[in-house]
């Protein structure tokens, strides 16, 4: 790192949104915006290619007496790499070159916990019959959505019954009915070895606690692959520099930040006589995703809320044009945790990892210095073979460290000339595990519940030079021509006439 971290510790979504309102990242939206379509409407729209403000919507319709429950949403709090920057504290215009790199170590420190008896969450404590979840303004997205989502950018947190250790990661979660939540997970991610580990302990239910709206360290570590058996509430900390501070739910044996803005209790249903209808929703992808199915239901035991509670939610789904929140996170993220699978591998010569935000982590880019042959397949393979793989880096491409991967055109000239399929630069690599919502993938193989993951059929692109090539004399014993770049001499030799020859300002026609 050439830059130095200082960690801030916002002490809840409030802190976070006035330190985006100080830097000029937020806006205020006091028109009367509707929950349903419009919301997300405008969400989608102001976010840009990584460049629009943080929302908050504080007028929405239905949701605007002076006696509801909740009235307003906040989304796009960290659906730009400055916002992300500024969570990490570090200065806004930090390159992400450097997030990828402190996103590497920071997912390995750990700042425990610190247990509260009490906090602004316990303000408003709603149990039993009095659950309503229609009491919250949460947005129907996207028109082509099943429902209104309630979890979109949340941590939903369980329990590994046998080592006690809580997993907090995103699963969407759609409303449907007073007191009842279907989720969408799958059985390789974290919660899904914690429902196989319930069920094989004879439960019929799993303890669930779903915490809405606390610093951004919350949705960020929720939602990226922190390791097995380690509590994303330990990474929280580390980003923060301090201990997260959690109060026990009040209807299960699970804690939450003290200072959250909504936190639900309840059980999720093991038992498929239980499922609900769920989805399809807006996904990851930029396409409608994850069928209308039924799918395991989060049954409301408890809502408890701070006065006027902010419900947090985000536009998921990137597109060129608008990158949402996961794509820019997953950038960064699924970057880092690339580059640390690569390192525990073993393989050499790893100089730099990117994952364009304009896809979410689909496409690998990895640059090596490479000293032998294979040496990108030795990577895909590492890649792809790891957990982390499950759901990200479909495509993997390798280039030299002459080629910078955060250009494209730097890239895609390297794919054009030193790429050649017939000599192995292109390989796929069949039928593997993957993400059970691309549409790439045939509709029968999407369905995990059959499969309990989807099928992916990765590829690598090694655009590096091909050292199984022979040296060649004519190139001064180097496998591939000169590149027609001047030399450096030559440069300065001609940058030194620059003005004499009139170039200095460019003539416009
Ligand atoms: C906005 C957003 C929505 C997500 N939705 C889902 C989802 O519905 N189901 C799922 O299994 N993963 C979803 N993910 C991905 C997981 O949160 C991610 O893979 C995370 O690593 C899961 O936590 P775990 O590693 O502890 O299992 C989502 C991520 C984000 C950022």
Same mark, same amino acid.
């Given at each position: ?11 809840? *979504? ?55 429950? $909740?009235? !307003? ?8 790499? =400055? ?18 790199? *402190? ?6 420190? !750990? ?21 309503? *979840? ?15 989502? *309630? ?40 919660? #899904? ?19 809405? #709206? ?6 960020? $570590? ?10 994303? @509430? ?32 309840? @059980? ?18 930029? @396409? ?13 035991? $408890? ?25 820019? $996170? ?41 000293? @032998?042959?294979?040496?990108? +397949? ?13 759901? =990200? ?94 030399? +450096? ?18 003539? !416009?026609?």
């Amino acid at each position: 790192m050439t830059v130095e971290r200082k960690p801030v510790a916002f002490g809840d *979504l409030r802190g976070w949104i006035a330190a985006l309102n100080a830097a000029g990242e937020f806006r205020e939206i006091d028109a009367e915006v509707d929950w349903n379509i419009e919301l997300g409407t405008i969400l989608r729209l102001a976010q840009g290619p990584g460049t629009g403000p943080a929302l908050m919507f504080n007028n929405i319709k239905d949701y605007n007496r002076p006696d509801s429950r $909740c009235r !307003r949403v906040f989304g796009g709090g960290l659906a730009s790499h =400055r916002r992300v920057a500024m969570m990490l504290g570090l200065p806004p215009d930090t390159h992400p070159r450097e997030l990828v790199q *402190l996103g590497r170590t920071i997912l390995n420190e !750990r700042i425990p916990p610190k247990i509260v008896k009490d906090g602004p969450v316990k303000q408003n404590v709603i149990a039993g019959k009095d659950v309503d *979840l229609d009491a919250f303004p949460t947005p129907y997205w996207n028109r082509l959505d099943g429902g209104r989502y *309630l979890i979109t950018y949340a941590g939903v947190v369980t329990k590994d019954p046998e080592t006690g250790v809580m997993n907090v990661g995103i699963y969407r979660g759609m409303v449907a009915g007073r007191d009842q939540i279907p989720i969408l997970m799958w059985r390789a991610q974290h919660i #899904g070895h914690h429902v196989t580990a319930w069920q094989q302990g004879g439960s019929a239910e799993m303890p669930i606690a779903v915490a809405i #709206g606390w610093e951004p360290s919350l949705g960020f $570590c929720a939602g990226t692959p922190v390791a097995k058996g380690v509590c994303e @509430y330990d990474v929280m900390g580390a980003i923060r520099g301090a201990p997260v501070e959690l109060v026990k739910c009040e209807t299960v044996d699970l804690y939450v930040p003290a200072t959250a803005e909504i936190v639900i209790e309840g @059980y999720l249903g093991l038992d498929p006589a239980t499922y609900m209808m769920e989805g399809p929703f807006a996904e990851v992808t930029g @396409y409608v995703g994850g069928e209308r199915l039924p799918k395991p239901s989060i049954r409301v035991t $408890c809502i408890t809320h701070r006065n006027d509670p902010i419900l947090r939610g985000t536009i998921e789904g990137a597109l060129p044009g608008s990158y949402s929140e996961n794509a820019i $996170c997953s950038s960064i993220m699924r970057a880092a945790t690339a580059w640390n699978v690569l390192d525990r591998a073993g393989v050499p010569g790893i100089t730099d990892v990117w994952c364009p935000p304009v896809h979410a982590g689909m496409n690998l880019l990895v640059q090596m210095k490479q000293t @032998y042959r294979g040496q990108a +397949k030795q990577a895909a393979n590492a890649v792809w073979g790891s957990s982390a793989g499950h759901v =990200r880096y479909k495509h993997v491409t390798v280039v030299d460290d002459d080629i910078d991967i955060h250009d494209y055109a730097a890239v895609d000239w390297a794919i054009a000339y030193r790429v050649n399929a017939g000599e192995d630069d292109i390989v796929i690599m069949p039928s593997t595990f993957g993400m059970g919502i691309d549409p790439s993938t045939r509709k029968r193989d999407r369905n995990a519940v059959l499969f309990g993951t989807g099928k992916w059929n990765r590829l690598l692109i090694d655009a590096t030079m091909n050292l199984d090539y022979d040296p060649d004399p004519d190139y001064g014993g180097a496998r591939f021509p000169p590149m027609v770049w001047p030399e +450096k001499a030559d440069i300065d030799a001609a940058q030194a006439r620059w003005h004499e020859l009139g170039l200095d300002h460019p003539k !416009r026609s």
